[in-house]
């Protein structure tokens, strides 16, 4: 996601307060929602990646399967399967786990 993508600021009981950018959300420390997705193989090994070093947030640290912040008025499980496919050109629908 571009960080000129707009994404919804919420307060610590997940209620959306307004929208701002992703840069804004970034730089004031802004709540705002994401999504991590965690990906299994046949034996229950999780596939990690490594954060690029080009990365503005961590990086060059290793982190869980696809990761990303959800857009304005997306419901997660859009955004999950988005990134799955942007990140790792996987398409699937996954599994909701908790908020």
């Not at 990906?39 to 229950?44: F, I, P, V, Y």
């Not at 997306?74 to 629908?93: M, Q």
Request: charged fraction near 25%; hydrophobic fraction near 40%.
């Amino acid at each position: 996601m571009s960080s000129e993508e707009i994404v919804e600021v919420v307060d610590e009981s997940d209620n959306v307060l307004y929208s701002a950018s992703l840069e804004k959300c970034k730089l004031e420390g802004l709540l705002h929602r994401s999504v991590a997705i965690v990906l299994l193989n046949s034996l229950g090994e999780i596939l990690l990646q490594q954060r690029s070093s080009s990365d503005d947030w961590l990086p060059g640290k290793w982190t869980v399967s696809a990761t990303g912040h959800l857009k304005a008025g997306e419901a997660p499980s859009d955004a999950s399967a988005r990134e799955l496919k942007e990140e790792l050109g996987v398409t699937g629908k996954p599994a909701f786990l908790f908020s």
